[in-house]
């Protein structure tokens, strides 16, 4: 069942696609689109955007979940404050992927999030007070935006 759940949704990806980018050019003139006294169509244009910031997550989320493992391997925190995996630093805003060893009642399993900054250390955003010296962590090749 994953197998086909996951081709059906790499079928929907040329309509995500074309979705995303009619919303994007009706934004870029939007005033040729949209009544700007018109509350109804107001509501429209925020909510076609919000649509299409969630069909850009998906498509990102689907290009993650097929992309392959570039790196793996065990977190280190260096002397200049950053983490990095194999001498490759991870900054604010990259994506990661750390091993939930299930110590929250769940099986392990590879979980996808990012590396953020609170000000005094980098932390990761879907488990924020998990220790990040000595975890173990992947990288994806993830492809480019077409």
């Not at 870029?28 to 244009?45: E, F, G, I, K, V």
């Not at 992309?67 to 200049?80: D, Q």
Request: avoid cysteine; proline fraction near 3%.
């Amino acid at each position: 069942m994953k197998d086909q759940i996951q081709a059906e949704l790499q079928k929907l990806m040329p309509q995500f696609k074309r979705v995303t980018k009619m919303i994007q050019e009706a934004e870029d003139s939007w005033t040729a689109h949209y009544d700007r006294t018109n509350p109804d169509d107001m509501y429209l244009r925020d909510i076609f955007n919000v649509v299409g910031d969630k069909l850009g997550d998906v498509e990102q989320l689907l290009r993650v979940a097929a992309a392959p493992v570039a790196e793996e391997g065990i977190l280190r925190k260096g002397k200049n404050g950053r983490y990095s995996l194999n001498g490759s630093e991870f900054t604010t805003g990259q994506s990661i992927e750390y091993l939930d060893a299930g110590y929250d009642g769940y099986d392990p399993r590879w979980v996808y999030s990012r590396i953020e900054h609170n000000g005094t250390d980098y932390y990761i955003v879907r488990s924020p007070k998990l220790l990040l010296n000595g975890l173990k962590v992947r990288i994806k090749r993830i492809s480019r935006w077409d």
